[in-house]
């Protein structure tokens, strides 16, 4: 399992804002507490990872598909996503959803994923003023 420092330094790669504001500490409780981490290292160095938050029998959301930019192009995300998706279908889980960045549609669609329509159901929650 990675470490909340090592998550860092991946997330500090993509330009995602917030996210290591949680700091070394409560990232590794968010990893230790997924269903399933798929890690790649070089040495000691952790390079790429995803992973799969889930119930374990029927919702499942791949999220944190990242590869350290150096590495990319080389097949190793495309295996972690294999990896991740197989753990699903092993577990026979229906509703495998996916946190993707926009630009990046086109990369899973090869591993069967769809773009929702723009009319189909799903939200964000981003307004957090009601508390």
């Given at each position: 399992?990675p470490s ?9 790669s ?15 409780e968010?990893?230790?507490n997924s269903w399933?981490?798929v890690?790649?290292?070089e040495e000691?160095e ?5 992973r799969?938050?889930s119930?374990?029998v029927?919702?499942?959301l791949i999220?944190d ?8 192009g080389?097949?190793i995300?495309s295996e972690i ?10 577990n026979?889980?229906?509703?495998v959803?996916l946190f993707?960045a926009?630009d990046?549609?086109?990369?899973y669609k090869?591993f ?9 159901p799903?939200?964000r929650w981003?307004n957090?003023?009601?508390?």
């Open positions: 399992m909340g420092e090592s998550f860092i330094k991946l997330v500090d993509t330009g995602w804002n917030g996210i290591t504001d949680k700091g070394p500490k409560r990232l590794t968010a990893l230790r399933y981490v890690s790649a290292f000691d952790l390079i790429a990872m995803g799969v938050i119930d374990g029927f919702q499942a999220c598909l990242i590869v350290l930019p150096d590495y990319q080389r097949g995300g996503m294999r990896q991740l998706l197989s753990k699903c279908y092993e026979d889980i229906l509703m959803q993707a926009k990046k549609h086109s990369y090869k069967g994923f769809e773009a929702r329509p723009t009319d189909a799903g939200m981003m957090r003023d009601i508390f």
